[in-house]
């Protein structure tokens, strides 16, 4: 392992995708710092999605490898992933509809996690004071025993973005975290973005370039499979390469 | 906060279910039935094991089992064995021309007693057997099939080809197995008659005893972190996954667990019926216990025991009048159930008699209708009423999608995210 690694929280090297002969990523590379958040953007296709998907274990690599704090994720299963650190939001709200928020909140706090751990949990007053803290982030303690499935769609993915939060990530990936979102509740959640990434790394993957802005210390600008461009949004914004597949049109 | 703390181990409903039900089943049925229909509900009452475990696995899980009755089949046989050995010493097999060997292995040309039968002559073997060997077997398919993701559909067809297999395997090994006509002619368990007046009524109260055990022991699951984890793994298992659960583990457990209530039950159903056939193993039996589990409602404990009984008596009445179409009346029911109301007798007696009883049925602060919503007693709202409200809210986005519009303005493709509905 070269000691480059170690600055990175996590690094992308070389990553390849195959399904049936379509590569839907391409030797892609890319390395992400400590505290930074980094957006993810390109067309529809681009592979951004799979990159995640790649990143949490749920699709498995070709070829390349991610290194998180310097340890291979290719070779590990999600839920060891997820023990290592890395937390990950769907694009479609995925929360559990039958049970509350609090329940929502309480299977997602890092304990208890093997089927006789989940026998023996005890809901204490560690938990508790846990959940409701969160709840309070994601601006939902006044719901907490209500069923999840009630809640509005932006309620959904704050919850979602809660549940990952109480598993106190290193690295947390949102996969379009403001899809479907009103106007006042994106701008809600661009300042919960903002305070929680203190202390991590976030990746996101979204397309609403105000939001992008809001966020964003890197932008990383993917085309079929590749990177097309990365750097600052103002940088990524005038590359002529980009305006043409992306921006301009 | 400190209500939220102390989440209960049952509601108030769930207790005086339970207390209803051991009216019923302890006093009631005793007191009011001879001893050859009490010996009939407590047949019926072996299935209840297997309706229960499928509350646990297919109403909780999410996992349809169809091969259930091979749980309950190989309970069965264990129990069977040690009572065949029993049944078979050399002065009452003196007859036979080996003496002292099971009488179907005589008449199948088997002089020795298979060194797999020997230690069922031990009833601690084989009680120990009646509980491990199904469980072993089910963790064998459960490891097989759910750490290959193995899920839904395809494992239902599985598990029901296990259990024609295990039909197959049973009918065409006679000599060891007894073949078609399973074990039979089954007396007494270490000298005590079974088949005398007293040891029914005795049996019964076992089995009662049995399946009460296991009542609780599902309600203990439910109540602690696991049964809400079940639920969510129903919900969304790729959440549950990326939350650091390693789901087949989970999933492996429930599936073991309702093997192990079926195995129960075999045991009890050839201790009370006195025999154990390959037709309690096959798949129509398999299915016929899912129903029983759907009728009763499959996410309730106690209604798992009502349908089982439910239907059974309906089969016991109906079969007799018209038994060539008895198959056909059990399928429409199951086809009426799904449809009409998929939650079954549960949701209906939630929907319909629990409003009407009185108020010191729920209590003053309890209210907590829905089982699975069972947090704590802070709000009265959590429950049957926001189940109720849910229902409404979730089926309004579907007949008015304008009003998804509004909520969803940014992207088009985005929209369904909206609407987002199990």
Redesign the interface.
């Known amino acids: 392992m070269s000691t480059k690694h170690e600055d990175f929280v996590l690094a992308v090297e070389g990553l390849t995708v195959s399904f049936d002969g379509f590569k839907a990523v391409n030797d892609l590379s890319f390395y992400v710092d400590e505290g930074e958040i980094r957006v993810i953007i390109g067309p529809n296709g681009a592979g951004k999605t799979t990159v995640l998907d790649l990143i ?1 274990g ?1 699709t498995q690599a070709t070829s390349g490898s991610i290194k998180f704090r310097g340890e291979e994720l290719t070779r590990m ?3 060891q992933i ?2 290592h650190g890395v ?2 939001k ?11 928020v ?3 909140l ?3 706090y ?1 304990r ?4 006789f751990g ?4 005890k ?3 560690e938990v ?1 004071e846990e959940v ?1 803290n969160i709840a309070e982030i994601i601006f939902l303690q006044n719901d ?4 999840a ?2 809640l ?2 932006g309620q ?1 993915q704050w919850l ?1 973005i809660g ?1 990952l939060l109480i ?1 106190k990530p290193d690295l947390l990936m949102l996969d ?1 975290p ?5 106007v006042a509740e994106r701008k809600k959640t661009a300042e919960l973005l903002n305070r929680i990434t203190q202390g991590r790394s976030v990746i996101v993957i979204e ?2 370039m105000q939001f992008v802005e809001d966020i964003a210390h890197r932008v990383t600008v993917m085309h079929q499979g590749k990177v097309l461009s990365e750097g600052s949004m103002e940088r990524v914004k005038n590359d002529p390469k980009v305006i043409e597949v992306y921006l301009g049109h | 906060m400190r209500q939220r703390s102390n989440i209960r181990f049952m509601s108030r409903q769930e207790v005086l279910g339970y207390v209803l039900l051991a009216v019923i089943l302890l006093a009631i049925i005793p007191l009011s039935l001879d001893v050859f229909r009490l010996n009939l509900i407590g047949k019926y009452l072996t299935y209840a094991f297997v309706a229960l475990g499928l509350v646990l696995c297919w109403g909780y899980g999410g996992i349809l089992s169809l091969g259930q009755g091979v749980f309950f089949g190989l309970g069965g046989y264990c129990m069977a064995m040690f009572l065949k050995l029993e049944a078979s010493d050399p002065e009452s097999t003196k007859i036979q021309s080996t003496p002292g060997i099971p009488d179907f292995m005589d008449w199948n040309q088997i002089t020795e007693l298979p060194w797999w039968w020997e230690p069922f002559r031990q009833l601690p073997f084989a009680l120990s057997a009646i509980v491990l060997l199904p469980t072993l077997f089910a963790f064998i398919i459960g490891v097989a099939m759910f750490k290959l993701r193995v899920g839904g559909v395809y494992f239902a067809i599985i598990t029901q080809a296990i259990a024609a297999i295990m039909t197959i395997l049973i009918i065409g090994q006679q000599g060891y197995t007894g073949g078609v006509n399973g074990i039979t002619d089954l007396r007494t368990l270490l000298g005590w008659d079974i088949r005398s007046d007293s040891a029914k009524v005795i049996l019964y109260y076992v089995c009662s005893a049995a399946l009460f055990i296991c009542l609780l022991l599902s309600q203990f699951i439910r109540y602690k972190k696991l049964g809400r984890i079940l639920v969510a793994m129903r919900d969304r298992e790729d959440r549950v996954r990326f939350s650091g659960y390693d789901v087949a583990n989970f999933k492996i457990f429930v599936f073991c667990l309702s093997a192990m209530f079926s195995a129960i039950g075999g045991a009890m159903f050839t201790l009370q019926v006195g025999f154990m056939s390959p037709s309690f193993v096959g798949i129509v039996p398999s299915i016929e216990m899912v129903i029983y589990c759907a009728v009763g409602g499959r996410l309730s404990l106690l209604g798992a025991v009502y349908g089982t009984l439910l239907v059974n008596w309906a089969k016991t009445i109906f079969s007799e009048t018209f038994p060539e179409l008895w198959l056909f009346a059990m399928g429409a029911l199951f086809i009426a159930v799904v449809m009409a109301f998929p939650n079954g007798l549960a949701s209906l007696f939630k929907r319909y008699i629990e409003p009407k009883l009185p108020a010191w049925y729920s209590g003053k602060t309890a209210g907590l209708g829905a089982s699975i919503m069972r947090t704590d007693s802070s709000k009265e709202t959590v429950g049957k009423e926001a189940l109720e409200e849910k229902n409404r809210v979730v089926s309004k986005p579907i007949s008015k999608p304008e009003t998804v519009g509004t909520m969803a303005p940014s992207s088009d493709e985005k929209l369904e995210g909206g609407v987002y509905v199990d």
């Open positions: 949490c749920r299963k999600e839920h997820v023990h937390g990950r769907f694009q479609n709200p995925s929360i559990y509809d039958d049970l509350s609090f329940e929502n309480e299977i997602s890092p208890g996690r093997s089927v989940s026998l023996m949990f809901r204490d007053r508790i409701e907490l025993d209500k069923p499935g009630l509005s769609h959904k979602e549940m598993q379009e403001v899809a479907g979102m009103s397309h609403d």
